[in-house]
């Protein structure tokens, strides 16, 4: 299944004249989420053309304002649009406050629905869920993981060996998860396999390089994660709860993760390009995002 990515929003504390605040649109399965939602978010959908009245779920990593301030705009201008499916907005405890603020009126004919993020399952997609898991950045902040669902297939060989291929007996098969053949009873577990392991996207930020993080991303086929210094400021890495982008590659390797996005960069970098070199360095693969960049995968 193929997922399309948007970095609508690649700087950190403070926007630039090319970099808007943090916000990552990520398409797969049919539903369309948002990773944090800063400031201007809703004017960078408009750039890159997507729309308002799709997108499904917005997930915010924590309460710092940077990360959440483009709820307002998002919602009033998806109002204006006349959308009104409810807006789904997932954070940490505290969310409901700020929602609650831009859309006070629970009579408008669009509402904002708030959850409470827990460490776990936080939305299920159908084809995929997204998991959220703690972080380390000082304040209450989440990770998180959409990961495509796995499930089993009939295994051709197998099912010549019970008499099964090409046998109308499969339907029961599937449905009861078992079948009479013969005089002999046949289980799912008998002829079928694992699927292969189904595509992994995670999004990290802000947050300290964890042994928590190198475990939930482990095999990722994206891994987005932050780098919001070089390594000359690795001490204002440490005291402000982020990481170097040495340490976003180095993490991305531990994880055997397939590609890295780098994201949430200081405005003091007026080209990423110098992180993006500084993490290639150990991990190939890896790239700096830019404001309106679209992948496929």
């Known amino acids: 299944m193929k997922a399309r990515i948007v970095f609508l929003g690649t700087s950190s504390g403070v926007p630039t004249a090319e970099r808007n605040h943090?916000?990552?649109?990520?398409?797969?399965?049919?539903?369309?989420?948002?990773?944090?939602?800063?400031?201007?978010?809703?004017?960078?959908?408009?750039?890159?053309?997507?729309?308002?009245?799709?997108?499904?779920?917005?997930?915010?990593?924590?309460?710092?304002?940077?990360?959440?301030?483009?709820?307002?705009?998002?919602?009033?201008?998806?109002?204006?649009?006349?959308r009104r499916e409810p807006l789904l907005v997932l954070g940490p405890r505290g969310i409901r406050?700020?929602?609650?603020?831009?859309?006070?009126?629970?009579?408008?004919r669009l509402t904002i629905k708030t959850h409470d993020l827990r460490t776990g399952v936080a939305y299920d997609g159908g084809t995929f869920i997204v998991r959220a898991f703690p972080l380390?950045?000082?304040?209450?902040?989440?990770?998180?993981?959409?990961?495509?669902?796995?499930?089993?297939?009939?295994?051709?060989?197998?099912?010549?060996?019970?008499?099964?291929?090409?046998?109308?007996?499969?339907?029961?098969?599937?449905?009861?998860?078992?079948?009479?053949?013969?005089?002999?009873?046949?289980?799912?577990?008998?002829?079928?396999?694992?699927?292969?392991?189904?595509?992994?996207?995670?999004?990290?930020?802000?947050?300290?390089?964890?042994?928590?993080?190198?475990?939930?991303?482990?095999?990722?086929?994206?891994?987005?994660?932050?780098?919001?210094?070089a390594e000359d400021r690795m001490r204002e890495a440490r005291d402000y709860g982020h990481m170097t982008a040495r340490e976003a590659a180095t993490l991305a390797g531990k994880a055997r993760a397939k590609r890295l996005f780098l994201v949430h960069f200081s405005p003091r970098y007026k080209d990423p390009g110098v992180l993006e070199k500084e993490a290639r360095a150990i991990f190939p693969q890896a790239r700096a995002a830019r404001d309106l960049m679209e992948v496929k995968v």
């Open 97 to 108: 406050d700020i929602c609650g603020f831009f859309a006070p009126n629970k009579k408008s």
């Open 22 to 82: 943090p916000s990552v649109f990520v398409e797969f399965g049919g539903r369309r989420l948002l990773f944090d939602c800063g400031e201007g978010t809703q004017r960078q959908m408009m750039r890159a053309g997507l729309s308002l009245y799709k997108t499904d779920a917005v997930f915010l990593s924590h309460l710092h304002a940077d990360h959440w301030l483009g709820i307002g705009g998002l919602y009033a201008t998806a109002k204006f649009f006349g």
């Open 136 to 229: 380390e950045h000082g304040i209450p902040c989440y990770g998180f993981v959409l990961e495509e669902k796995c499930g089993t297939r009939l295994d051709k060989t197998k099912l010549r060996r019970y008499g099964l291929l090409n046998n109308p007996l499969c339907r029961e098969l599937k449905e009861k998860g078992r079948v009479r053949v013969g005089t002999k009873t046949v289980t799912m577990a008998q002829v079928s396999s694992s699927k292969a392991s189904g595509f992994k996207l995670c999004y990290i930020t802000d947050s300290r390089p964890t042994a928590r993080i190198t475990k939930e991303c482990a095999g990722a086929d994206v891994l987005v994660c932050e780098s919001t210094f």
